[in-house]
Every structure is written in structure tokens, then in C-alpha cells.
């Protein structure tokens, strides 16, 4: 059988370049490796432990399209499994996908996939949320499935994230596309787990939403409406509030979003604890024109303790950027996506230099 000789477009050290399948495939061969490392590297920290290897690896015969990591996060044992994003196979067609195998064993843990593209200075890398059994029939019974399915990432979207270093979330698949960090990776599986209380007796696997279920969230946030929210007062615009949403918000979330402190006053106004709410994707008439749905919605919300809240306010430029970056991958998910389709890192960490004026 003659080999695949189309030619597809690829990165390599910030360039697009012309590739055939065997060049392509010669470039990636060590990059399940290499990114297995660097996990290594920063996930011992006493909570988070990685254990076994697989044996394909450091076989030197055979392609390693694909190999797994046994993960333990507080005593709950998941999987994730780091495989080569690959050519579209398609003539012409210069898409990525990550391929899944169907008939990869789906027990009672939860197992995600790690892609993994090597683009010469660095790589990209796209993560799942976690695959489950429903989903894998879901795959299975797909049409002209034959057992495997791939889920596709645009070339175009793959310039964009090398160019402005900037993450892709998927809408439809919950797929999160970005330059590869292991300190990233980390913190999205920590976020991913550490929203569920794992009480005795109680797995993850019965804690875990079905992400690939299409949920019908979009009638769940109101549009914004421009005749009854938007107020001129002294010549300025400004945007109507809902303070019972916010009283509402705060009497679930005693807790600060980022540093996780309890420990405030007693606001004697409602008998809480003083915590302050902040809308994450700000929340002002030229970024609201950015987005269908309101952004004073609980969704939108967190909540902060007035340290935290002023360190977004008032810090230098580089230090609000870590806080709005780490606020985002605990916050943004498919379902955010879903409402806020704008989503983008970039985007909003824009806005907030548009509405805070942040300095060096």
C-alpha cells in the first residue's frame, strides 16, 4: 500500500511549514515522552502523585501514538492519557485531530486525554474532560465510527494560540487547546476534582457530570436587555444591578474564590460574612456589547474577600493578569462557554486593562 504523501501545513519554531505524514510523524516521536517528564517534574507536591509508565514509551520499534499516567488526587485514583495529535489524513486538509480509541478500558475511574502536538520551541497541547462509559458509546455508535472517532482542532485556531499565546476552549466538545504548561495541566485536573467534596464512601465517579451530555443552558441566563438595564446618570452610562442576586450569591459562597480564606467580620448589614462579589468578565456597557447574555448573572459571579478584590483592582499589570489567569481556569467551563461564547483569555484579560487601566 502506498504511503500517504499529501503534504500538510504544520509549526515548527514559529513557522508554518509544508510536511508529508512520514516528516510529520519523524518530529513527533518523542513528544509523549518529553511531555511525560515535564508532568512528573511538578506534580509531587504531597497531594498529587503520578505512578507506572507505560512500556510503549520506551519501545523504539513501534510508533507511541499514545500511552497512560495513573494519577492519584487525595486518595481518588484517575487517569490520564497523553496522545499524539495527528494529521487530518485528508488531502488538502491541514486540521489537526486527536484520535480516540473506543475500545480504551473505561472503568469506574474518572480518565481524561491529554493531547499532545509538537510545534518545534514548544508544544501544543489539548485537554478532555473526562471520557466516560456513556460517552464512549456515544463515540462507538457514531456513524462510520468503526470503532474510533477523532475529535478535530482547526489549523486556523492552532495559529491563533502560537501567535497571541492564547487558549481555545470547544463549545461542543469541552476540549481546551493551549501552549503546553504542566503547571497548567495540573491545575486544570486539580480544578476539575477539587469542586467535589469527596466524603467517605463517596467516588468520584458518582460525584462527576456528564460533560458531553448537550445541556440546554443557554435559556438559563437572560440576554441583556438595552431598554430596561442601561442607566444615564450624570451624563454616564451605567448598568442596572441586581442586588438580590448578589445577596443571593454571597449566602451560598462564604469563601474567598482565590486565596480561599473564611476568616473576615460579620457584615452587620445582612448578618454574613463581609465578602465582596466581582464580576469575572467585567461587567460595564463596552464590554457588555461584546456578549448576547448579561453579565450580572450568578454564572458571571465570584466571590472575594477584600484583599483579593482590590489586588484585582489596584495591583501592577503583571500581578492582576496571574490573578484573572488563575481565576479563569478555575472558573471557565463548557458550560460558561456556552453562555459566553466570547470567552477568551485573551480577550478578557484585555478587557480588564480597558476598565482598570492597569500599569506596569
Known sequence: MEKNKNKYQNFWNGKVIQQDDSEFQEIQADSLKVVDS????????????ITGISSKINNKFKQN???TLNLNYMGNHFKLNLVKIKNSGIEKNHNKRLHIKVNKEINDEPFFLLGILNIGDDYISTLSNRINEKYKNKIKHAKNSKNNSSWWIGFENIKKIVNSK???AEENTGLRTFIFDPKLVINLLKNNLENFKFNKGTTLDSLFLDDFVDLNVDNLIPDFNYETDVLNLDNKIKLKRDHNLVLDFLKKNQI??????TDTFINRSNGLKYFEVHHFIPY??????????????ELNLISLCPLCHRKIHLSEEIEAIKIIEEIYFKKVDPDFIKIYKESDLTKIIEQYKNTFNFKE
Open 38 to 49: 515535564l508532568i512528573r517534574e511538578i506534580a509531587e507536591d504531597g497531594l498529587f502523585q
Open 65 to 67: 501514538d499514545e500511552h
Open 166 to 168: 492564547s487558549e481555545i
Open 256 to 261: 474567598c474564590f482565590i486565596c480561599k480564606t
Open 284 to 297: 460595564n456597557y463596552e464590554t457588555q456589547m461584546n456578549y448576547k447574555k448579561t453579565l450580572d448573572s
